[in-house]
């Protein structure tokens, strides 16, 4: 056994028990919170096949198969980009005691010299989801070539970006670096910034660089049209089981951003979001 192997020989036998009673609770908080992001993850990662439903309800038939494989490789596309470099930009290198500001991380490269591999788990799922946000408005009106040049690029470098400015301790709006900005610098609990700002940012840039639907506005030839044509969704019940998918998500999401179900006062921490994800879904 580790903590017994651990002990010093040269201790009474009460330090000794107390030092191992120390070890196994210290092991066991651990395997505690790697079960906690490995729950939080798998749901967040379930939102995966929320905005597939989602996506697949509300385009027209002949574009379901389209809009469902630009969602697969939404979660292809991140999982590789922030493998390989996506990590290292976000939090490579972190050192809470070092005062200096970088604009990325320069470290731990393809998860080279990453200990703690949960905690990249659970922020790929973040990356995929900021990624797949954008689905939804490229619906109908992008190539597949293209859609995966940009999965890659928003998870390997755009995406990493935000997330190191914001939450790596050597970012420059970090609220844990050693000198925060004015004092408090900006907190971003569960990634309303990282996550969401990111992607509907991008979705708005998507939106005016691609202009809308073929036969919305104009026809095949570029002449407006008298009156828009509507495109109505397909499924609503596919609309709906997405919408429940996503909502069930959000307890992953917002209650994984704790990070840690052991430290204190985490139960209430933990218990105030998982309520207030609730009433904000519900409102």
């Known amino acids: 056994m580790a903590c017994k ?9 009460l330090d000794q028990l107390d030092a191992m009673l120390q070890c196994i609770g210290e092991a066991n908080a651990n395997s505690l919170d ?3 992001l490995v729950y939080a993850s798998s749901l967040v990662f379930l939102m995966q096949a929320g905005f597939a439903m989602l996506c697949a309800g509300c385009v027209q038939l002949k574009n379901v198969q389209n809009s469902m494989l630009k969602n ?16 290292a930009f976000a939090y490579g290198g972190m050192d809470f005691s070092d005062p200096q500001k970088t604009f990325i991380g ?5 998860l080279m010299g990453v200990d703690n591999l949960m905690f990249w788990l659970f922020q790929f799922a973040f990356a995929a989801s900021s990624a797949t946000i954008v689905a939804g408005t490229l619906a109908e009106r992008c190539q597949m070539a293209a859609y995966l040049c ?9 995406y990493p970006v935000v997330a190191h400015s914001i939450w790596s301790p050597q970012g420059f709006l970090s609220a844990k670096a050693v000198n925060p900005l004015w004092g408090v610098g900006a907190i971003d609990f569960a990634g ?6 990111t992607g509907g940012s991008t979705a708005l840039i998507a939106t005016y660089l ?20 509507e495109f109505p969704g397909h499924s609503a019940a ?28 985490r139960d209430h921490v933990i218990s105030l979001v998982a309520v207030n994800t609730t009433l904000a879904a519900a409102s």
């Open 5 to 13: 192997a651990s002990a010093d020989p040269n201790a009474s036998q």
């Open 34 to 36: 790697t079960f906690f």
């Open 72 to 87: 697969l490789l939404d979660a292809c596309g991140a999982a590789l980009g922030f493998y390989s470099v996506g990590f």
């Open 106 to 110: 320069t470290e731990n490269f393809f």
């Open 150 to 158: 940009y999965s890659l690029a928003l998870t390997g470098f755009v």
């Open 192 to 197: 309303s910034s990282v996550v969401h700002l």
């Open 210 to 229: 691609l202009g809308p639907r073929r036969g919305r506005f104009y026809d095949h030839r570029g002449t407006p049209l008298a009156e828009p044509v």
């Open 238 to 265: 596919l609309q709906m089981l997405g919408a429940f998918i996503l909502w069930f998500g959000w307890y992953g999401f917002n209650t994984g951003s704790a990070l840690s179900i052991t430290g204190p006062n």
